[in-house]
């Protein structure tokens, strides 16, 4: 199963991926998360995409398609996988359709007052990339994460100034994808305001599991 998770940022593409992965057996590969290690290891890619990332703007299409490209490619990819935050352009979905088929795109509808809401709040295992939220998913000891002690930290990118960069972004440059996959009657959009739990719930029914 191929499936790619649409939506702004902050609509649960990730929280919804990490629980999706246990129950599917696919793996979650997150072009943030891929950006985010590089730039923790200060590789050649990360010194390019640090300061774009934390502006809220684009990694360029070339960059993030090779990058998707090479890690498509990889064993685990075999029987499908969940690509969250890729394609987040035309270009970059043109691209996909020559790297790999795609049989489903998950479309998460959320309202804006809820996607800032969501970001600020927002922390992440400095080691493992789980997320969390101070009030809707907050860890059980504050500032440190559930599953290996990791310190949380904010984003720059949650920081309210790149906030808005991103959902202008999202709005210009990432929303034109739901008419694009829906002419290709490949999307199904799911409401994803609710718990985990509950949205985790709709994209089962919707994707039919
Ligand atoms: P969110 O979905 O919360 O906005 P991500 O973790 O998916 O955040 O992405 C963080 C940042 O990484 C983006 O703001 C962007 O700078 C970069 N990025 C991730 N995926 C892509 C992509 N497909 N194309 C260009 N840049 C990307």
């Not at 050649?44 to 398609?65: C, F, N, Q, R, W």
């Not at 795609?102 to 789980?130: E, H």
């Not at 101070?134 to 720059?156: A, F, H, Q, S, W």
């Amino acid at each position: 199963m191929k499936l790619i998770f649409l939506g702004p940022p902050g609509a649960g593409k990730g929280t919804i991926s990490d629980l999706a992965v246990d129950k599917l057996g696919l793996p979650h590969i997150s072009t943030g998360d891929l950006f985010r290690a590089a730039v923790k290891d200060g590789t050649p890619l990360g010194l390019k995409v640090k300061g774009i990332m934390a502006s809220g703007g684009l990694v360029p299409d070339e960059l993030t398609i090779a990058l998707v490209e090479e890690r498509l490619a990889r064993k685990d990819c075999a029987k499908g996988w969940i690509l969250d935050g890729f394609p987040r352009t035309i270009p970059q979905a043109e691209a996909l359709e020559k790297i790999a088929g795609v049989d489903t795109v998950v479309n998460f509808d959320v309202a804006d007052a809820i996607v800032v809401d969501r970001l600020s709040g927002r922390r992440m295992c400095r080691s493992c990339g789980k997320i969390y939220h101070v009030k809707n998913m907050p860890p059980r000891k504050e500032g440190v994460c559930d599953v290996d002690g990791g310190e949380l930290y904010i984003r720059d990118d949650d920081k309210e100034a790149a906030i808005k960069v991103r959902l202008e972004t999202y709005r210009k440059q990432t929303a034109p994808l739901i008419d694009w996959y829906g002419k290709k009657g490949s999307l199904l959009t799911i409401d994803g305001v609710g718990s985990p739990t509950e949205v985790l719930g709709r994209f089962e029914k919707a994707i039919g599991r």
